[in-house]
């Protein structure tokens, strides 16, 4: 199997929505299809991903380095042992020439081919992409998966009704667990806010809060004394990703999870959160994400590690809610993933027939990730391998 061309579209996010330090309506994805000398039913086969969510496209990066870094390459040098495509490979010959460290945005440009690779396997098997996966690691995927609605961004023209009415949509769209931003508005505001999501979702227990990396060590500190009192699902980014002091102070500190990892985009980076952050076994939750660190062959690493170090592997629960990680979550037998109902289209979200039900999604069947099935990414995926 050779690949003979790597395509890649910067997309733009189609809604005005922020957290407490971005802006999203600027942003862009880089969506990329991985074209293969594989021919199915008259058509070339193709891997198709992207680079998650959040750290815009990596244009630059694929197309000045990466594409004509593969370009050059046998097929050789990105098959396995038994002559089939293999997604690590392909990574770690995407490597070449670059330095260790610095994990940046090279870990999501090279996640979106690596990813790509992965659908592209799993459709030349014509199977969903958590069964190659699932195989790939040793593992019996899941039947079912847990999901959680991640939402309650600061939206232009805010306010308290808009947010309940969002927030009753997640319910009677199944889901039984929320996410909801904080860090953005005044405290008043916020606890505002989150009394809502109690009130909308009947428990604190079903209701996380995200503060995005935003706040020093006092402020993450004295923000986590005021979230005590209602004992939330977790207390996400409290503050800045690599400061494991602060971290482990409140991990000693603050009684109920913690959750961290979205920011951290390798595998040595996560392994420094687990020597030096003092994230508690059975208690905190994990969320780095496949397509902000290296892609798949990097995450499970991770997930390794996570194992290593004392964690369950029901501890992780990816960034991003999208199709992607569906899978991923699925192959690795992760706790569950985030799901962007209402946000980050045309990437967010999952197909329209993958019905929620009690917090639960069936998984879809497609080959591949599924993606040229999602409505709102078809024709933009289309227009890329057209
Ligand atoms: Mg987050």
Partial sequence: MRIVEIREVAVHLDQAIANAVVDFSRHTISLVALVSDQVRNGRAVCGVAFNSIGRFAQSGIVQDRLIPRIAAMPPEDYAGTDGTLSPARLARAMMRDEKPGGHGDRASAIAAIELAAWDLKAKLLDEPAFSTVARAFGRDHSIGMHVYAAGGYYHPDDGINRLRGELNGYREAGFTDVKIKIGGAPWSQDAARIEAAIEVFGSAARVAVDANGRFGRTQATGLGRELAQYGLRWYEEPCDPLDYSTLRELSQSYPHPLATGENLFSLPDSINLLRYG?????????QMDAGLSYGLTEYAGIIAALEAA???????????????????????????????????????????????????????????FGLEFKPELAPHIERLIA
Avoid: K, T, W
């Fill in 278 to 286: 003092g994230m508690r076994p059975g208690v905190d939750i994990f």
């Fill in 310 to 368: 004392g964690h369950d592997r029901s501890q992780a629960m990816p960034h991003g809610g999208h199709m992607i990680n569906l899978h991923i979550v699925a192959g690795l037998n992760l706790g569950g993933c985030e799901a962007y109902p209402a946000v980050f289209q045309p990437f967010g979200g999952y197909l329209p027939d993958l019905v929620i039900e009690n917090g639960m999604i069936n998984l879809p069947q497609q080959p591949g």
